[in-house]
T-cell receptor, first 119, second 113 residues
């Protein structure tokens, strides 16, 4: 089946530094990738939709200058948390939609998530 | 905007018994998809079952089935013959044809041996 990986699986950083999280589709091409944020025992909140070769579309309330998203190829999207602060600590999950599937959310595959802790 | 509501923060069931998780949603669209996802302690999201809104027949996947009531905007999940491995957080999700998913608050399911 389709596999999506995320790297790193967990990261601890100091306040004020930037952190990059990678999301890769390992055995399929993904025109569209999605980035979610999840707090403990809470739901997934969509942060942005990432389309290969174009600018990401951010959800209302998500700071685009804070959360930089790049989708440079059909298998890789990156989320960079810039000038991270303790309130950015969270679990970040990506999902990838298989290209050429005709669309539809049934073709989304989720990564295992990245736990970010900002000290 | 679409909203998804799961009114049961926690549910429990005895092993081998049946449990039903509730979900309601709100939308003005006619073409959409509904999903149940399972998130075990590993936090990997696992698709349990999906339903296309245009299909009247309720989806089933082995021990998992849904009761889709389109007019009432209700989409409940029934787990039959519950197993210890079913213990997880379950999320109901609404999806558009272009891939965007909106998740409910989640229901923590505990399975007692």
């Amino acid at each position: 089946g389709a596999v999506v990986s995320q790297h790193p699986s967990w990261v601890i950083c100091k306040s004020g530094t930037s952190v990059k999280i990678e999301c890769r589709s390992l055995d399929f091409q993904a025109t569209t990738m999605f980035w979610y944020r999840q707090f403990p025992k809470q739901s997934l909140m969509l942060m942005a939709t990432s389309n290969e070769g174009s600018k990401a579309t951010y959800e209302q309330g998500v700071e685009k200058d804070k959360f930089l998203i790049n989708h440079a190829s059909l298998t890789l999207s990156t989320l960079t948390v810039t000038s991270a602060h303790p309130e950015d600590s969270s679990f970040y999950i990506c999902s990838a939609e298989s290209s050429g599937s005709g669309g539809g959310p049934d073709t989304q595959y989720f990564g295992p998530g990245t736990r970010l802790t900002v000290l | 905007a679409q909203t998804v509501t799961q009114s049961q923060p926690e549910m429990s069931v005895q092993e081998a018994e049946t449990v039903t998780l509730s979900c309601t949603y709100d939308t003005s669209e006619s073409d959409y998809y509904l999903f149940w996802y399972k998130q075990p302690p590993s936090r990997q999201m696992i698709l349990v079952i999906r339903q296309e809104a245009y299909k009247q027949q309720n989806a089933t996947e082995n021990r998992f089935s849904v009761n889709f009531q389109k007019a009432a905007k209700s989409f409940s999940l029934k787990i039959s013959d519950s197993q210890l491995g079913d213990a997880a957080m379950y999320f109901c999700a609404y999806g558009t044809s272009y891939g965007k998913l909106t998740f409910g608050q989640g229901t923590i399911l505990t399975v007692h041996p």
